[in-house]
């Protein structure tokens, strides 16, 4: 998983509360399995007109179209849990959302793909959405869990430990386990070996069990 410390870039804005994740990624999609691609899907209703080509929705439009952070409105990703939402939104290039509520599993989905969900209230979150339309970057540093604005207003966020040590870190769930607990599974490992030998082959009686297999 790639690791998530700080990035720089323009933000796309999206005023809209309750996006779904079928608006985010649509269900006709989801019989594509390989995360690679799905980013072209991202928002399809919105970015294709019915009669072809492209809309003006502000993930076709220059700067935005390259934009690695999104801003939205309340409650982002509710819905059905399909994780292609996510897949999708990391694919097209987008690393964090900022809003100020999220769906529950979506929020739990992005920080399983290296993505930051941020929530942000209020005044606050305004002020992040109009530094957004401005077109001018922003920064969010995870490190310091701060969203830095174009006029160099530096906006404080909250996050859980455990997942802000793993995005830094690029780990996912099992990641995180063999990174946090390798030498015990290990131990676990061995005394299960030596205290029921019966359930193992060594290489050698393995070798033997099929050599015998093959010549009958």
């Known amino acids: 998983m ?34 690679a691609g799905l980013g072209k899907h991202l928002f399809h209703e919105r970015r294709n007109a019915r009669g072809g080509g492209k809309t003006d929705f502000v993930l076709n439009t220059a700067p935005f179209d390259k934009a690695e952070i999104l801003v939205a409105g309340s409650n982002f990703g509710s819905g059905s849990s399909r994780e292609q939402a996510v897949w999708a939104l990391t694919d ?23 993505a930051l969900p941020l929530v942000i209230e209020g005044d606050a979150h ?19 869990q701060t969203v830095v604005l174009p006029d160099g207003e530096g906006i404080g966020f909250e996050i859980d430990p455990y997942r802000r040590r793993t995005l830094m870190l ?14 015990e599974i290990a131990a676990f490992e061995a005394g299960h070996r030596k205290d029921q030998p019966w359930l193992f082959l060594d290489d050698g009686r393995l070798e033997r069990l099929f050599s015998g297999t093959r010549s009958s």
Not at 19 to 32: C, E, G, K, N, Q
Not at 126 to 144: H, I, N, Y
């Open 126 to 144: 305004e002020r992040v959405m109009l530094a957004a339309e401005s077109g001018k970057p922003l920064t969010v540093d995870l490190e310091a």
């Open 92 to 114: 097209f290039g987008i690393r964090c959302v900022i809003a100020p509520s999220f769906g529950e599993i979506f929020y739990s989905n992005c920080f399983k793909n290296g």
């Open 170 to 183: 690029g780990l996912d769930e099992i990641g995180s386990i063999l990174a946090d607990d390798a030498s």
């Open 2 to 35: 790639q690791k998530f410390t700080k990035i720089t870039s323009v933000a796309a804005a999206l005023r809209e509360a309750d996006v779904d994740t079928d608006v985010i990624f649509p269900a006709r999609f989801l019989l594509l399995l390989d995360k």
